[in-house]
């Protein structure tokens, strides 16, 4: 079955980087689109970036432009995302999901399209 385990996450100064990592098994890691959402508590989790199959396209929150990068190792079976310029309004639980679906949803991060998700890792960023 589809595994999905996130790694990376802790705490941070405003203005640090993390790299976060997620390790996916049990299908075809190339098959599918990968994405990172955050949650916090309280709040609806949101879309932060999404990645192709093959890693040519990706997409962000507006939130994460500038700031965030998310890739890919399709040889390791890894998806990352790199976070620079931190922020406090940045801390929350970071999750990764996977999804196979054939619309164009996923680019948007549409959560309905991502059956697929890890446990998630916190991120906290202090000022």
């Known amino acids: 079955q589809v595994q999905l385990v996130e790694s990376g996450g802790g705490l941070v100064q405003a203005g640090g980087s993390l790299r976060l990592s997620c390790a996916a098994s049990?299908?075809?890691?190339?098959?599918?689109?990968m994405g990172w959402f955050r949650q916090t508590p309280g709040e609806e989790r949101e879309f932060v970036a999404v990645?192709?199959?093959?890693?040519?396209?990706?997409f962000y929150a507006e939130s994460a432009k500038g700031r965030f990068t998310i890739s890919r190792d399709n040889g390791k079976n890894t998806v990352y995302l790199d976070m620079n310029s931190l922020r406090p309004e940045d801390t929350a639980v970071y999750y990764c999901?996977?999804?196979?679906?054939?619309?164009?949803?996923?680019?948007?991060?549409?959560?309905?399209?991502?059956?697929?998700w890890g446990q998630g890792t916190q991120v906290t960023v202090s000022s």
């Open positions: 990645i192709s199959r093959a890693g040519g396209d990706t």
């Open positions: 049990g299908y075809t890691f190339s098959s599918a689109h």
């Open positions: 999901a996977a999804s196979f679906s054939a619309s164009l949803l996923w680019r948007m991060g549409a959560r309905t399209v991502f059956p697929y």
